[in-house]
């Protein structure tokens, strides 16, 4: 049985792409809401469905074991969890850890397990791919330091909720343990 942390919080990202004044009203209406919001709670919830369960593949759980026996925490983000929820089959899996990806490098070189597309690194992102049958996304947890709303410049975080504070959608600010 695998538990499901949802992390939620009435903060809510203002973005006018089309207006000129877009940066003044955004930044104003940020802040205005978060004088008048909660702080980010955190709760917890049982998923037993065979759609998560069919998510544990072998190679899953290798890189899963893999985390775990270096301290790091590894969990499934953003639309794998929407689609369980919803009792999808999701179409890939994205991953978000408290590895940074140096550290991720490290423990698949050891691993001899292959990387793609290493050019992530910079927001945080390794692509590893598993019994050379399946490629996961894994992405640490980061703070946006400076973001257009799209590209940003990041610091890397052990932090959950300061990682999901800073995504788009609620649904993206929940994580499924792994």
Not at 10 to 20: A, M, R, V
Not at 96 to 123: C, S
């Amino acid at each position: 049985m695998r538990r499901i942390t949802a992390f939620a919080s009435d903060k809510i990202k203002f973005f006018f792409p089309h207006q000129p004044q877009s940066k003044f009203l955004a930044h104003h209406a940020q802040k205005r809401l978060e004088r008048h919001s909660s702080t980010m709670t955190s709760s917890t919830v049982q998923i037993t469905s065979p759609v998560f369960r069919s998510l544990f593949t072998p190679e899953l759980k290798v890189l899963s074991e893999m985390f775990k026996e270096r301290g790091f925490e590894l969990r499934i983000a953003g639309g794998a969890v929407r689609d369980i929820l919803m009792n999808i089959v999701p179409v890939d899996i994205d991953l978000a850890t408290t590895a940074t990806p140096d550290q991720m490098k490290l423990m698949f070189q050891e691993n001899e397990i292959r990387m793609i597309n290493v050019g992530g690194e910079k927001h945080g992102t390794v692509t590893a791919r598993i019994n050379d049958q399946e490629n996961y996304e894994i992405t640490t947890l980061r703070i946006d330091k400076v973001t257009d709303g799209r590209f940003a410049e990041v610091e890397f975080t052990r932090d959950w909720v300061v990682d999901a504070n800073r995504r788009d959608l609620t649904i993206n600010s929940m994580f499924l343990g792994t």
